[in-house]
């Protein structure tokens, strides 16, 4: 028996279906998928996360994962929408940034939706196999036994205590887990917050199927749909504190910094009208807030136990990564465990000490480009640098051929070459540097360029 404290169900379908157990007797074989129990803390898809601003933009790379574990068809039936790419915004010019899938069926690309639509696809999917059991708990503690995690402590719907026990446990709990502190040594960086807001019966953006990047100081905005009459509106306020939202400096920010930035004139229109703050919109503005972290994965080994998705590994949203990352984990740790014997300590705790190793070279290049990214694109400042290092970088963008392709190979996920990765960084180091000390290198451009180095 397999437990999964989780927020992503697509895990319990996984090991029920594909990880098949074989038992050995002296006459025949035979195979049957593990034994998994779910702990959820709300199952119910309106209580669930409906104004979760997360987990809404799944890249190229994450969906051919949900296709590998036999889960595409969990994006069919929710209106999902279609991303062939990005648009870059600045100063009213654009440039449009396609993903590279000539090589791909038509059907490969990344998608957009509604959050709990998706995560109640997964559970149906997940449910619907005759060795899953599902439970709504909110789950207080591992059970240890002599250094070995035998189980879980939770309180059921009704509030009373109980426990379960198997011979492996999964924590993937979200960023706002609990218990990762025993499975890890977690050093959480906040960079960011985010607005999340959603405008409805919109669906003509000027570019269609295209997520929308407008680049701005001192905040940047992510635009993407999210049905066929809903775009999301994602707005990035640097550093740790929020503008207050009870007192009107955020509607205030909002109609007149974010507004004037948005090219779409409806879209625009929707932000002006947020000047009447009333408190039915504290309460929503309230709702869509949301901090955005980075935390570098520092698994602990700690046998019976395994770490997974949010709860392991966090990096900026604005490459919206985390998908692609958790599903890639899913397949990797199916591949590893596929006919592993959990009872067994020393070959369950080996096998995710090499789970842990294997799974780092892609992780760790979705971090740095989101990171990276992040802070080139997005954590502005509101001085002549942060303008200086963005309009460097929209000119990269804007070059197209083989600069652009190749960024949006990495930012989708469909080429993770390390070579390329340091190869476009350097790129783009060299060309806003330049683009700094010409025409002519005075000494206050040098500064800047030495800062900007720096």
């Given at each position: 028996?397999v437990i999964?404290?989780?927020?992503?169900?697509?895990?319990?379908h996984?090991?029920?279906k594909?990880?098949?157990?074989?038992y050995k007797?002296d006459?025949?074989?035979?195979?049957?998928?593990?034994?998994?129990?779910?702990i959820?803390?709300?199952?119910?898809?309106l209580?669930?996360?409906t104004?979760?601003i997360?987990?809404?933009?799944m890249?190229?790379?994450g969906?051919?994962k949900?296709?590998?574990?036999?889960?595409?068809?969990?994006?069919?039936?929710?209106?999902?929408?279609k991303?062939?790419g990005?648009?870059?915004?600045?100063?009213?010019k654009?440039?449009?940034?396609p993903y590279?899938l000539?090589?791909?069926?038509?059907?490969v690309?990344?998608?957009?939706?509604?959050?709990a639509?998706?995560?109640?696809k997964?559970?149906?999917k997940?449910s619907?196999?005759?060795?899953v059991e599902?439970?709504?708990?909110?789950?207080t503690?591992?059970?240890?036994?002599?250094?070995?995690?035998?189980g879980?402590?939770?309180?059921t719907?009704t509030?009373?205590?109980?426990?379960?026990?198997?011979?492996?446990?999964?924590v993937?709990?979200?960023?706002?887990?609990?218990?990762?502190?025993?499975?890890?040594?977690?050093?959480?960086?906040?960079l960011?917050?985010?607005?999340?807001?959603?405008?409805?019966?919109?669906?003509?953006f000027a570019?269609?199927?295209?997520?929308?990047?407008?680049m701005g100081n001192p905040?940047?905005?992510?635009m993407?749909?999210i049905?066929?009459?809903?775009?999301r509106?994602?707005i990035?306020?640097?550093?740790?504190?929020?503008p207050?939202i009870?007192?009107?400096?955020?509607?205030?920010?909002?109609?007149?910094?974010?507004a004037p930035q948005?090219?779409?004139?409806?879209?625009?229109?929707n932000?002006?009208?947020?000047?009447?703050?009333t408190?039915?919109?504290?309460i929503?503005?309230?709702k869509?807030t949301?901090?955005?972290?980075?935390?570098?994965a520092t698994?602990?080994l700690?046998?019976?136990?395994l770490?997974?998705?949010?709860a392991?590994n966090m990096?900026?949203?604005?490459?919206?990564?985390?998908?692609?990352?958790?599903l890639?984990?899913i397949a990797?740790?199916?591949?590893?465990?596929r006919h592993l014997n959990l009872?067994?300590a020393?070959a369950?705790?080996?096998?995710t000490?090499?789970?842990?190793?294997?799974?780092?070279?892609?992780?760790?290049?979705?971090?740095?480009m989101?990171?990276y990214l992040y802070?080139?694109?997005?954590?502005s400042s509101?001085?002549?640098?942060s303008?200086?290092?963005?309009?460097?970088?929209f000119?990269?963008?804007?070059l197209?051929?083989?600069?652009s392709?190749?960024?949006?190979?990495?930012?989708?996920?469909?080429n993770l070459?390390?070579?390329?990765?340091?190869?476009h960084?350097?790129a783009i180091v060299?060309?806003?540097?330049?683009g700094?000390?010409l025409?002519?290198p005075?000494?206050?451009r040098?500064?800047?360029?030495?800062?900007f180095?720096?």
């Open positions: 028996l999964i404290v989780t927020q992503f169900s697509a895990l319990a996984s090991l029920a594909n990880c098949a157990f074989t007797f006459l025949f074989d035979f195979q049957e998928g593990r034994r998994v129990r779910v959820e803390r709300n199952l119910n898809e209580n669930y996360s104004n979760r997360a987990g809404e933009l890249q190229p790379a969906y051919l949900l296709v590998e574990l036999g889960l595409e068809d969990c994006v069919k039936e929710i209106d999902a929408q991303v062939l990005f648009v870059m915004n600045k100063d009213g654009s440039v449009r940034l590279p000539e090589k791909y069926d038509s059907d690309a990344g998608r957009c939706f509604h959050h639509r998706f995560v109640q997964l559970r149906e997940a619907s196999l005759p060795n599902m439970e709504q708990g909110r789950v503690s591992l059970i240890e036994e002599q250094g070995i995690v035998k879980v402590r939770y309180k719907r509030g009373q205590e109980s426990t379960a026990y198997a011979s492996l446990t999964i993937c709990d979200g960023c706002f887990s609990s218990l990762r502190k025993y499975l890890s040594v977690p050093k959480v960086e906040k960011s917050h985010v607005v999340g807001l959603i405008i409805k019966n919109y669906n003509q570019n269609e199927n295209y997520a929308h990047i407008v905040v940047s905005l992510l993407y749909p049905s066929s009459n809903e775009v509106i994602m990035d306020f640097p550093g740790t504190k929020l207050s009870c007192n009107g400096k955020m509607a205030h920010l909002l109609t007149t910094i974010v948005v090219c779409f004139g409806y879209l625009k229109y932000l002006m009208c947020l000047q009447s703050c408190m039915p919109l504290y929503q503005l309230k869509v949301m901090p955005i972290s980075s935390m570098t698994p602990c700690v046998p019976g136990a770490l997974l998705g949010d392991l990096r900026h949203a604005i490459t919206a990564g985390g998908m692609t990352v958790i890639h984990d990797l740790f199916c591949n590893l465990f009872n067994d020393v369950v705790t080996k096998c000490q090499q789970f842990y190793s294997m799974r780092k070279p892609m992780a760790l290049k979705v971090n740095v989101a990171d802070k080139m694109l997005f954590a509101n001085d002549e640098l303008e200086q290092i963005q309009q460097g970088c000119n990269y963008f804007s197209g051929l083989s600069f392709r190749g960024l949006m190979g990495l930012l989708s996920g469909l070459h390390s070579w390329k990765l340091l190869l960084f350097l060299i060309y806003t540097t330049g700094m000390l025409p002519v005075t000494p206050k040098a500064f800047a360029a030495a800062r180095l720096l």
